[in-house]
């Protein structure tokens, strides 16, 4: 995951290279935002349940749709066992939490997931509105799709609604050519993780 590791790299923590085989730890990562705030980042465990339940608590009523439209049909909004139950492989999801004492708080969440016929990922994201406009967006994308691409895929994409095209900046500034498309009411964003972009911006900006 060079390619994440080069993210605000002055502000790097630390990362793990090992791993052991029933959970891929070498995607643990720590990184600061503005504020000096200190942001974890791992895949989500079966544990995490009830830590998710109260993440989702904290969206706005719409939150959970905007974020989720298309993921949420396969990991409905309350199937949080689903949701941490998963391969790390064709069902990858990533938490970002930061610690209060001994507890984790999870502030925001991004999951893929792929379909072998299609070979096309499927992209969603959420983070805490108390924690956005910290670059926390853009750092979570684009380590799940660097994630994704380390498993061998391809092209990921998100559905975008019309209200959030300043999430667009999110996907652009992967550092993959990004292609959108108009399709039934909201825009679907294709990223293609062969095709490097000329031009890549890192600056957080949601």
Known sequence: LEEVDKLYPEKKVRISREAPPFLPKEWEISQIFPGERIVHFR?????DEARLEEFFDSLPGDETYVRFLSIMKVFPSRDIKSLVNIDYVKKMAVIGYVKEGDEEKVIALGCYLYDEDTELAEIDFAVNPSWQRLGIATFLVHYLVEIA?????KKVFAYIAPENQGILGVFNR????MHRIWENGVYKILLDLTQPAQQCLFEPEN
């Open 43 to 47: 895949p989500v465990r079966p544990i």
């Open 174 to 177: 992967t550092g993959y050519v």
């Open 149 to 153: 691409r380390s498993r061998g895929i």
